[in-house]
């Protein structure tokens, strides 16, 4: 478990690495106006397919049923282009992209080994690279809590904490309204509150919508 924060505390630290990749003002026209991004909040709705191994009844499949409520943080000065934005200036580049805090409540539908379910709330943090004005990559992580319905000799209790990463790429078909397309992977374990604790890990591959506002 300790290693999966450790993880996940990586992974936040590299995620707003991208945001150095970019052009200096000198080889480029400022263009202010051209990747703000208008708008503070998200609203959306992600499904599809996750798969994970339990060690005495095999696969475990399920179908994640999540809602995505999500706030833009450079709108409150929060955001990783705004806390980088004191080095930038001092180096010349011109910062892209936004950061959200998302929070994702879900209820997830289990149906092998047998028809179960998982209930829970995740908080992430993502940040969003403008790679066009309509194609938007984008990175995550974070975690939550969750019970599940399923008994497994993995754990001793059905309820523990969800730390995950993952990626993704958002593909706005109108001005406010994208397209997603992402993987991650999750954890399920009670760090270690009550024996045993192998931990349940799964990989998510999930597809939505989502409304900016």
Known sequence: MRRIFL????????????????????????????????????????????????????????????????????????????????????LDVRLKGFTEIVLEPFANAVFTPDSNVEAGCTVLIKYSYPLTEKIYPYSFGGGGMAYLSQHTREQSTQWGFTPQIGTGVSYFFRKDMAFNVEYRYRHFSNANIKTPNEGINVNMFLFGVSLFY
């Open 7 to 90: 993880l996940i505390g990586m992974f936040v630290f590299c995620l707003s690495l991208p945001v150095w990749g970019l052009d200096s003002p000198e080889n480029e026209k400022p263009q202010p106006q051209k990747w703000s991004f208008p708008y503070t909040k998200e609203v959306g709705i992600i499904s599809g397919y996750a798969h994970g191994n339990l060690m005495e009844k095999g696969s475990y499949k399920i179908m994640p049923i999540i809602v995505r409520l999500g706030f833009n943080l450079d709108s409150i000065g929060l955001g990783f282009c705004d806390l980088l934005n004191p080095i930038a200036r001092k």
